[in-house]
């Protein structure tokens, strides 16, 4: 029988069905971060339980933690408690612990995959939404609850109700100037925040096909912004050369027989989906959201939708959202003045995001009302940074590279955008106070993210190109 890329993959893990069809499902990695954890590891203690296999679970601290003077004692009582707990907890159970300026630590989204930790067919999960990021290697991985996480810590095995599929077709070849963040941002807009809800999703097309494992990374991270339990790509030849070499990859002859194994990871010709989508390449361009959700989306030189175009029943909540971000209905946003830029997060720090950035911005100048942070997801993309002098490219522009963490993402650390001031973001959300209380978040790639910090406003980066 014809089966799915995530079917092959589901059913070589389920361990058990239950009489109401809850499924027991095995999980291969579990990734713990410092703020879904605590009362996991608290309920292992109360039951007197030990971890069941230590050595598929890893912990880092990237959400609490600062992006400056990382040397020194966390000031934030909080953010300190937290961090101190994770480790403690990871000490405790014997587990792999990456802390802060450990060269492993960082976004556990970016680090997964550039250690090699996370692999094709594999099923991973973590107390975090973006845990839908891994699924780009051809993995099954979504986030779960902290309930779920002690439940995998004790079992290596998660209660799961089996979701529905979906195909996300892109046919045909990018333009100029469109990047994966670009493709994430357009699809979401046509899918709306909910138009995925209960599948799981699987990218193909022939756009999808010539992206760059970091593009696909990008793409998958943000599934679950329409609502999707997680989305993964296909494993090929992109997948298997990033992988090999990596810290944690299979090595000489067990590299073979992964391999092997791997190339087997697509879905048949013939197999069939709940629902299929197609939408075509050529008519991405570059992306940018006016509102208070993901969904809310447009090309970079439309203007924002009529609200007459709304449908009745959410016209309400369409201007509270355009109420929040200063805004009006039917104006364009291009060349609104801008505050903050923020180059960062699971979606979009990692070292060819800071390559494109670097790519526009270099022999020009930052803005000067602009604030620019520049947050790498890893000490490992930082170190590339270095190694490849985009770290110069950057001083020269006037901007300064910051050290890993989910940073500006989210208001859980000490980078808030203040209120009412804008905020150009490559991460992925921007629901009110994200950022911080009053901020207005504007998601973008990093192409529209480096031009806006060079000119201070909302730049279509095609012209400076």
Same mark, same amino acid.
């Given at each position: 029988?014809?089966?799915?890329?995530?079917?092959?993959?589901?059913?070589?893990?389920?361990?058990?069905?239950?009489?109401?069809?809850?499924?027991?499902?095995?999980?291969?990695?579990?990734?713990?971060?410092?703020?879904?954890?605590?009362?996991?590891?608290?309920?292992?203690?109360?039951?007197?339980?030990?971890?069941?296999?230590?050595?598929?679970?890893?912990?880092?601290?990237?959400?609490?933690?600062?992006?400056?003077?990382?040397?020194?004692?966390?000031?934030?009582?909080?953010?300190?408690?937290?961090?101190?707990?994770?480790?403690?907890?990871?000490?405790?159970?014997?587990?792999?612990?990456?802390?802060?300026?450990?060269?492993?630590?960082?976004?556990?989204?970016?680090?997964?995959?550039?250690?090699?930790?996370?692999?094709?067919?594999?099923?991973?999960?973590?107390?975090? #939404?973006?845990?839908? /990021?891994? &699924? =780009?290697? %051809?993995?099954?991985?979504?986030?779960? $609850?902290?309930?779920?996480?002690?439940? *995998?810590?004790?079992?290596?095995?998660?209660?799961?109700?089996?979701?529905?599929?979906?195909?996300?077709?892109?046919?045909?070849?990018?333009?100029?100037?469109?990047?994966?963040?670009?493709?994430?941002?357009?699809?979401? #807009?046509?899918?709306? /925040?909910? &138009? =995925?809800? %209960?599948?799981?999703?699987?990218?193909? $097309?022939?756009?999808?096909?010539?992206? *760059?494992?970091?593009?696909?990374?990008?793409?998958?991270?943000?599934?679950?912004?329409?609502?999707?339990?997680?989305?993964?790509?296909?494993?090929?030849?992109?997948?298997?050369?990033?992988?090999?070499?990596?810290?944690?990859?299979?090595?000489?002859?067990?590299?073979?027989?992964?391999?092997?194994?791997?190339?087997?990871?697509?879905?048949?010709?013939?197999?069939?989906?709940?629902?299929?989508?197609?939408?075509?390449?050529?008519?991405?361009?570059?992306?940018?959201?006016?509102?208070?959700?993901?969904?809310?989306?447009?090309?970079?030189?439309?203007?924002?939708?009529?609200?007459?175009?709304?449908?009745?029943?959410?016209?309400?909540?369409?201007?509270?959202?355009?109420?929040?971000?200063?805004?009006?209905?039917?104006?364009?946003?291009?060349?609104?003045?801008?505050?903050?830029?923020?180059?960062?997060?699971?979606?979009?720090?990692?070292?060819?995001?800071?390559?494109?950035?670097?790519?526009?911005?270099?022999?020009?100048?930052?803005?000067?009302?602009?604030?620019?942070?520049?947050?790498?997801?890893?000490?490992?993309?930082?170190?590339?940074?270095?190694?490849?002098?985009?770290?110069?490219?950057?001083?020269?522009?006037?901007?300064?590279?910051?050290?890993?963490?989910?940073?500006?993402?989210?208001?859980?650390?000490?980078?808030?955008?203040?209120?009412?001031?804008?905020?150009?973001?490559?991460?992925?959300?921007?629901?009110?106070?994200?950022?911080?209380?009053?901020?207005?978040?504007?998601?973008?790639?990093?192409?529209?993210?480096?031009?806006?910090?060079?000119?201070?406003?909302?730049?279509?980066?095609?012209?400076?190109?």
């Amino acid at each position: 029988m014809s089966k799915t890329l995530f079917e092959k993959i589901w059913e070589k893990h389920v361990v058990d069905t239950l009489a109401d069809g809850t499924i027991q499902l095995y999980i291969d990695r579990l990734y713990c971060h410092e703020v879904t954890s605590p009362q996991a590891f608290a309920g292992l203690r109360e039951r007197g339980l030990k971890t069941f296999r230590p050595q598929q679970i890893t912990c880092i601290p990237d959400h609490n933690i600062p992006t400056l003077n990382q040397d020194k004692p966390i000031e934030d009582p909080v953010s300190k408690n937290q961090v101190d707990t994770l480790e403690k907890n990871a000490k405790d159970f014997g587990l792999a612990y990456y802390g802060l300026q450990h060269p492993k630590n960082g976004i556990i989204h970016v680090v997964g995959p550039e250690t090699g930790l996370t692999q094709p067919g594999m099923t991973i999960v973590c107390g975090d #939404s973006h845990t839908s /990021t891994h &699924g =780009a290697m %051809g993995a099954i991985a979504f986030g779960i $609850g902290t309930s779920e996480v002690e439940m *995998t810590l004790a079992t290596q095995c998660i209660m799961q109700r089996k979701p529905k599929t979906m195909r996300i077709t892109v046919d045909g070849q990018l333009k100029p100037g469109v990047t994966a963040k670009d493709i994430a941002l357009y699809i979401i #807009s046509q899918m709306t /925040t909910g &138009g =995925a809800t %209960g599948y799981f999703v699987e990218y193909a $097309g022939e756009a999808i096909r010539n992206t *760059t494992m970091e593009d696909r990374l990008t793409i998958c991270n943000l599934s679950i912004e329409m609502g999707a339990r997680g989305g993964m790509i296909a494993p090929d030849q992109v997948t298997f050369d990033y992988l090999k070499d990596r810290e944690f990859a299979p090595r000489e002859e067990e590299w073979d027989q992964a391999l092997a194994s791997w190339r087997k990871l697509y879905t048949d010709a013939d197999a069939v989906f709940d629902k299929e989508i197609v939408f075509h390449a050529e008519d991405i361009e570059p992306m940018i959201t006016y509102g208070t959700n993901p969904g809310m989306g447009m090309g970079i030189r439309e203007n924002i939708p009529s609200l007459e175009s709304v449908d009745e029943a959410g016209r309400i909540s369409y201007e509270k959202s355009l109420e929040y971000m200063g805004f009006q209905a039917g104006e364009p946003i291009l060349g609104k003045q801008i505050d903050y830029v923020f180059l960062g997060s699971c979606t979009n720090g990692r070292i060819e995001d800071f390559r494109a950035f670097a790519s526009l911005v270099k022999g020009k100048k930052k803005a000067d009302h602009v604030v620019a942070w520049l947050v790498p997801g890893s000490w490992l993309v930082e170190k590339q940074i270095r190694a490849e002098g985009i770290d110069q490219i950057l001083a020269d522009a006037g901007f300064e590279l910051r050290q890993p963490g989910c940073s500006a993402c989210l208001a859980m650390n000490e980078d808030k955008v203040p209120a009412g001031k804008y905020a150009v973001s490559t991460s992925n959300r921007n629901f009110e106070g994200r950022q911080g209380p009053g901020a207005r978040t504007i998601l973008a790639g990093p192409l529209v993210a480096a031009a806006a910090a060079v000119t201070g406003k909302i730049t279509d980066p095609r012209e400076l190109i």
